[in-house]
Nanobody, 113 residues
Framework: VQLQASGGGLVQAGGSLRLSCAASANIANINLMGWYRQAPGKERELVATISGGTTTYADSVKGRFTISRDNAKNTMFLQMDGLNAEDTAVYYC?????????WGQGTLVTVSS
């Protein structure tokens, strides 16, 4: 499975962005997908996951970010609202299937304060 993340950019604090993760395969067969991020000088951290109809979020993004997927379009999304400077990072999408982890190339989100 190849993943292509897009939608990053520069946004002012309080603004919104919608990230997309397009897959090369049928994601309907992939149970677990998620978004991670890595800020400068920090380790990669989990942002949100989606498995079937169940979603989970890091405490730092709860209430501001929404993860979703459109199996018909083989695409996963991350709607990010109320962005702040601490959300600045490279965002990666990931898919987990049969013991393998597949990663997108990352898309940069920069939030100016």
């Amino acid at each position: 499975v190849q993943l292509q993340a897009s939608g990053g950019g520069l946004v002012q604090a309080g603004g919104s962005l919608r990230l997309s993760c397009a897959a090369s395969a049928n994601i309907a067969n992939i149970n677990l997908m998620g978004w991670y991020r890595q800020a400068p000088g920090k380790e990669r951290e989990l942002v949100a996951t989606i498995s079937g109809g169940t979603t989970t979020y890091a405490d730092s993004v709860k209430g501001r970010f929404t993860i979703s997927r459109d199996n018909a379009k083989n695409t996963m999304f991350l709607q990010m609202d109320g962005l702040n400077a601490e959300d600045t990072a490279v965002y990666y999408c990931a898919a987990f299937e049969r013991g393998y982890a597949y990663w997108g190339q990352g898309t940069l989100v920069t939030v100016s304060s």
